[in-house]
């Protein structure tokens, strides 16, 4: 029901597509008329274990009963748990949990900022960012990506950010001050368009960084949590960040963040400096705890790097018959974007209308985002999709 007629109950800052879902099973997506989807959307990389996986179900069936919050003031037995799984697992020697993705990045920015300031460098609070980059909805976090079509009607925005083009070692090196506190990059960009940092970019800036004495924060928001094969996309380079913001995968679809670091970098942030309400809920943690059980099994993700590079070779096959329609694949594991010649809203929609979801991105890019358990017969059901969908475009 609406009660003003210029304006919907729902606050209209999305143009939601007309399906409603009725229930999902792994990869599938069923609506309640009946109608079935293979969903290589995943909630934009959130379902990495697809839908109704039967080990998060009895787990949070099981906290459900249980209790659902009780706040930071007390501790939290999954809270303390999934802290230890993630230091355990990755470069990390200490955790805050929080509940999405942009406040993972808010909190790895204030953190930042607030290392040089323990240090009495409270000038050096400038981060250096990456055209094209995505990190979040919030004040700060667009103010750091910098995208017209995310700060467009916000200004002021939040000052200390200064964008630099994608992958440009030498204008990051010149944009380096003595105000500099951190370069901030995601190690594969989501929203723009599927774009993975060259290995040795990576490798460039955590040389910056140490040669300057400044912080390295990885935004593994959307790259993270198996998507590329390891548990996080940085470890596919072999290099380490000092702060690093986890969500989207991380729940399974159960709303949950993280800011992950060394104890170095930490080391501002003491008592009473940050915080967050519902952030770590025993609900949240004990689906993320369910996640990393399922994602630290022996094989589980050496299985994700052949599963990616099976779609990837159909789908190379699929680019080299139709060249006209897609021009290439870029990404790693199952995080992959088809690089379109027609309009790739147009392509994206036309994959639905077949059956097929995917996620559109910047740079004329669809992007493919399969839960990390999909099958090879899934595979290949998908691309059959895709040619079908190729065909039609062309007719």
């Known amino acids: 029901m609406t009660k003003n007629e210029a304006i ?7 143009k939601r597509i007309d399906l409603v879902f009725d229930h999902g099973e792994g990869a599938w997506l069923f609506t309640r008329d009946g109608r079935k989807f293979l969903d290589f ?12 996986h039967p080990h998060l179900v009895k787990v ?31 470069f990390a020697e200490t955790v805050f949990v929080c509940n999405s993705g942009a406040e993972a990045m808010e909190a790895c920015i204030k953190m930042a900022r607030r290392f040089h300031w323990a240090r009495g460098q409270a000038g050096r609070h400038r981060i250096i960012t990456f055209q094209g980059s995505f990190h979040g909805r919030t004040m700060a976090t667009i103010s ?29 090196r010149d944009a380096i001050t003595d105000q500099t506190a951190a370069i901030m990059i995601e190690p594969v960009q989501g929203e723009g368009g599927i774009r993975p940092v060259p290995q040795e970019c990576l490798k460039g800036l955590r040389q910056l960084c140490d040669e300057h004495d400044i912080l390295l924060i990885f935004d593994e928001v959307q790259c993270g949590m198996g998507r590329t094969g390891k548990l996080f996309a940085h470890q596919v380079a072999g290099v380490s960040p000092d702060i690093m913001g986890s969500a989207k995968g991380l729940g399974g679809g159960f709303p949950i963040g993280a800011c992950l670091a060394t104890a170095r970098a930490a080391s501002g942030m003491t008592t009473s400096t940050h915080g967050s309400t519902f952030g770590g809920n025993p609900l949240a943690t004990a689906a993320a705890n369910a996640v990393l059980d399922i994602m630290l099994a022996d094989g589980f993700l050496d299985g994700v790097v052949e599963r990616g590079r099976y779609l990837r070779e159909r789908l190379e096959s699929v680019v080299s ?37 995917s996620v559109p991105a910047a740079d004329n890019i669809v992007r493919l985002l399969p839960p990390l358990i ?15 969908t190729c065909r039609s475009m062309k007719s």
């Open 41 to 52: 959307a995943s909630g934009i990389a959130v379902t990495g274990l697809g839908h109704a």
């Open 144 to 172: 750091a990506a910098g995208e017209n079509r995310l700060t467009e009607g916000f200004a002021p925005l939040l000052d200390g950010f200064d964008q630099v083009p994608f992958a440009d070692h030498q204008m990051v």
């Open 374 to 388: 999909i099958t090879d017969e899934e595979t290949d059901i998908a691309v059959g999709i895709i040619e079908e």
């Open 321 to 357: 018959a139709h060249p006209d329609v897609l021009e290439g694949i870029r990404g790693e594991g199952l995080m992959l974007g088809m690089k379109c010649v027609v309009p790739h809203l147009e392509f994206n929609a036309r994959l639905r209308e077949n059956g097929l979801l």
């Open 8 to 14: 919907p109950s729902l606050l209209p800052v999305y």
């Open 60 to 90: 949070l069936h099981e906290q459900i009963d249980r209790v659902w919050h009780v706040s930071n003031l007390f501790r939290i037995d999954h809270l303390e748990r999934l802290a230890d799984r993630l230091v355990a697992n990755s």
